[in-house]
């Protein structure tokens, strides 16, 4: 192993170590070179902070190798086969260290991620082993900052914003340099509607862990919430670049924003190309995604009440359940009361929509200025971290009220002019 120190502002190489050594203990070796850079860099270390640097995370190298190669397959590769064979090898993990908490957490991480792609299980089965994985890391680490942001998501996903967005906090404030963490934040602020705070987290947990790709992506749809379309651009571009596709949503409707109807459709399109075959199970869904280009982005309003009748069928189905595509078309094409009614449900892939629901986009202000939305944001938690934490910008309570008991209204245009 190498350890170079490279000057940034013009590439100068500073210093540099080789380390020779069997592998037999990673943990060993990362502790060794961490003491010699720290040396080197004349850190100044609490003498309990010298006992191990790197923590060891595991008993065996072989259930951290497969810890390693999981994360690495699946956030770089999204599609049904890798996720199951990311999932294998973390069961596989558990099984050598039954303990190890970084596994157990990257199992309820791959099905919270999965789930705007998997069509073979259902939303609520991969949201229920999330939760049994969360719990068995609870059980073995229940201080661990780790464990803690994770049992929030748990809260959140099940409607208790307010008691998930404490949690998160207080595990920030355990682990105030972990990029994992401050995006779970930030990410937070964003699905709330605190645009300032959830741009300065998220550029901080980037600043940390830059091939975070969903940070970049968030932090795309936080940009463009403020209308910061040539930035949010970039940054949606950053995430694509990184294996995150989905970011191309950004992409479109940030052409759309700004007048470019065709351009929003063409990167509709482009995104049903690279990954939507298998979010809807086969490239037969392509001539939906059309019809939906034309409602949305054209205007067209027989696309718009054939779409209609197409989702209100599915909805109707006796086993439907919310997929990435139903739940993106339902608000976008004005089905308030539909999006309400299946929110609880949607689980994680709600989690794009509840940061783009601040927009300045047509569907965005309906909802938040829907007659419901006070109901609905009280029955998910949201109303009372607003009471807490303060009024998204928008936001208000009714005059002479503390806007309890859903006095309150969203429905101003929210973000810079």
């Not at 050598?96 to 970084?102: E, K, Q, Y």
């Not at 609905?376 to 109303?383: I, N, P």
Request: charge should be negative; charged fraction near 25%; hydrophobic fraction near 45%.
């Amino acid at each position: 192993v190498t350890t170079q120190l490279i000057r940034s502002a013009d590439g100068f190489h500073q210093w540099s170590e080789t380390f020779d050594a069997q592998l037999t203990d990673i943990f060993d070796l990362q502790d060794r070179i961490a003491q010699v850079v720290a040396r080197e860099f004349n850190m100044l270390l609490h003498p309990s902070d010298q006992a191990r640097l790197a923590p060891r995370l595991t008993i065996s190298f072989e259930a951290y190798d497969l810890l390693l190669r999981a994360r690495a397959s699946y956030r770089l590769n999204q599609d049904e086969a890798t996720f199951a064979r990311a999932e294998a090898m973390l069961r596989e993990a558990v099984e050598i260290d039954p303990d190890f908490v970084a596994a157990w957490i990257e199992i309820a991480t791959l099905n919270n991620f999965a789930s705007a792609y998997h069509r073979d299980r259902t939303l609520k089965s991969m949201f229920e082993a999330s939760r049994a994985a969360v719990e068995r890391a609870m059980d073995i680490a229940p201080s661990a900052p780790e464990t803690i942001i994770w049992s929030a998501n748990i809260r959140y996903f099940e409607g208790e914003a307010l008691t998930a967005f404490r949690m998160a906090k207080t595990a920030l404030q355990l682990a105030p340099q972990n990029s994992g963490i401050m995006f779970s934040v930030g990410h937070y602020a964003a699905c709330f509607g605190y645009h300032e705070e959830a741009a300065r987290l998220l550029e901080g947990a980037l600043e940390l862990d830059p091939l975070d790709a969903f940070a970049w992506h968030t932090l795309a749809l936080v940009r463009q919430n403020m209308r910061q379309y040539e930035v949010a651009e970039r940054h949606a571009r950053h995430a694509i670049k990184l294996g995150d596709r989905l970011a191309r949503e950004v992409l479109a409707w940030n052409a759309f924003a700004q007048g470019d109807r065709d351009e929003a459709e063409r990167q509709h399109l482009t995104l049903f190309d690279e990954i939507g075959a298998q979010m809807e199970g086969g490239t037969q869904g392509r001539p939906i995604w059309e019809m939906f280009a034309r409602a949305v982005f054209h205007d067209s309003r027989p696309d718009g009440d054939m779409m209609r009748q197409v989702l209100s069928m599915q909805m109707g189905a006796k086993d439907y359940e919310p997929s990435a595509s139903t739940f993106t078309a339902v608000a976008n094409l004005g089905m308030v009361e539909e999006l309400i009614a299946q929110w609880g449900d949607a689980y994680a892939i709600k989690s794009v929509a509840s940061v783009a629901m601040w927009g300045d986009y047509s569907w965005a202000r309906a909802f938040r200025s829907h007659t419901g939305f006070p109901a609905f944001a009280e029955s998910r938690g949201l109303a009372a971290v607003w009471r807490e934490f303060g009024w998204p910008v928008g936001c208000a309570p009714l005059p002479g009220t503390d806007g309890t008991d859903g006095r309150f209204t969203c429905g101003q245009p929210v973000g810079e002019p």
